[in-house]
């Protein structure tokens, strides 16, 4: 199985809500992303977690909260977030090399939530 | 960083034409691969191919890392092959820890009937 999921497929939300992204990967990987990718322009990089811990956080701005609860799940926490958030929000998992070994990076991807911020 | 280029960014074929993508990366990398984006949004693998060859039916990749390019060849196009090609490299390797992918800007290819 090399499916991640997301949910939902589709969110519209007011600059004052608060919201939440789930992605959930059952293939044993234990490193997973979150993307952010606008219209006409390729996906940009977030965060990382590798075995469950932050590892890699590309400057995003507060309003935008990860946090990966067991291997198998990501959720990204959306609060106070500007219209020009709108975009597609991926998530991305892969394995992880052994410490000292070469690594094995191929990424697989969800099908995203397309986000609008009103 | 690590710069990746993608070319042409647009290209327009009939259906049944073959087609070139090329991608040019800046650096060395420990990781590459293309993928397919379909109108909905959803990345597809095509390969994962740090260096050689590979096929996979009417779609083959090479990538020859010594001169820092990847090519992905497309057969006999179809209307389904529509959609925004990526390359996407890993420039960095540690050892036992996460990475990051850094994607080209893009083919965007238009399979016509």
């Known amino acids: 199985d090399t499916e991640v999921t997301q949910t939902p497929k589709h969110l519209v939300m007011g600059m004052t809500n608060k919201k939440s992204l789930k992605c959930e990967q059952h293939?044993?990987?234990?490193?997973m992303y979150w993307y952010k990718q606008k219209a006409k322009k390729p996906p940009e990089l977030m965060f990382v977690?590798?075995?469950?811990?932050?590892?890699i956080n590309e400057s995003v701005p507060s309003r935008f909260s990860p946090e990966c609860p067991n291997s198998s799940l990501l959720n990204l926490h959306l609060h106070a977030l500007q219209p020009e958030d709108s975009a597609l929000y991926l998530c991305a998992s892969s394995h992880l090399g052994l410490a000292g070994g070469p690594t094995y990076n191929e990424q697989f991807f969800g099908p995203g939530t397309r986000l609008t911020v009103l | 960083g690590i710069q990746v280029e993608q070319s042409p960014p647009d290209l327009i074929l009939q259906e049944g034409a073959n087609s070139t993508l090329r991608c040019n990366f800046s650096?060395?990398?420990?990781?590459l691969q293309w993928f397919h984006q379909n109108p909905w949004g959803q990345l597809i693998n095509l390969f994962y191919i740090p260096s050689g060859t590979k096929q996979n039916g009417r779609l083959s990749a090479t990538t020859v890392a010594t001169e820092r390019y990847s090519l992905l060849y497309i057969s006999s196009s179809q209307t389904t092959d529509s959609g925004v090609y990526f390359c996407?490299?890993?420039?960095?390797?540690?050892?036992?820890?996460?990475?990051?992918?850094?994607f080209g800007k893009g083919t965007k290819l238009t399979v016509n009937p």
């Open positions: 996407a490299v890993d420039p960095r390797i540690i050892q036992g820890g996460s990475e990051k992918l850094v």
């Open positions: 293939m044993g990987h234990r490193a």
């Open positions: 650096d060395s990398v420990n990781n």
């Open positions: 977690y590798s075995y469950e811990k932050l590892s």
